[in-house]
């Protein structure tokens, strides 16, 4: 059975940072991508980074760029995602995923390639 499950998320001051995990397993021998999404309120579920495994080569939404950092923990099963300099643009849900995506790889944007989610993990950034 996969499990996706998501921590470390929480109130934080603008300007401040978080890391969040996700302890995966289960997970089928063809995942070849680990990403993290974000939903603001009333908003479309959006890809902010996504890391190939086991190459670990990471893409990042441009608004995120420079201030996030994905990484993977191939020992501990674990995805982070190292968040800094947060604003109030960054407030909002944050969920891991899974897949495999096929040919050009690049930032995932869209669910067709995921496989499983994780229940998500609340960011919010105030001032």
């Known amino acids: 059975q996969v499990k996706l499950v998501e921590s470390g998320g929480g109130p934080v001051q603008t300007g401040g940072s978080l890391r969040l995990s996700c302890a995966t397993s289960?997970?089928?021998?063809?995942?070849?991508?680990l990403a993290w999404f974000r939903q603001a309120p009333e908003k479309e579920r959006e890809g902010v980074a996504t890391i190939y495994i086991p190459h670990k080569v990471p893409y990042y939404a441009d608004s995120v760029k420079g201030r996030f950092a994905i990484s993977h923990d191939s020992a501990e099963s674990t995805l982070y995602l190292q968040m800094s300099n947060l604003n109030a643009d960054d407030t909002g849900m944050y969920y891991c995923?899974?897949?495999?995506?096929?040919?050009?790889?690049?930032?995932?944007?869209?669910?067709?390639?995921?496989?499983?989610w994780g229940q998500g993990t609340q960011v919010t950034v105030s001032t």
């Open positions: 289960g997970l089928p021998v063809s995942t070849n991508y």
């Open positions: 995923a899974a897949g495999r995506q096929y040919g050009s790889k690049g930032l995932i944007t869209s669910p067709a390639t995921i496989g499983a």
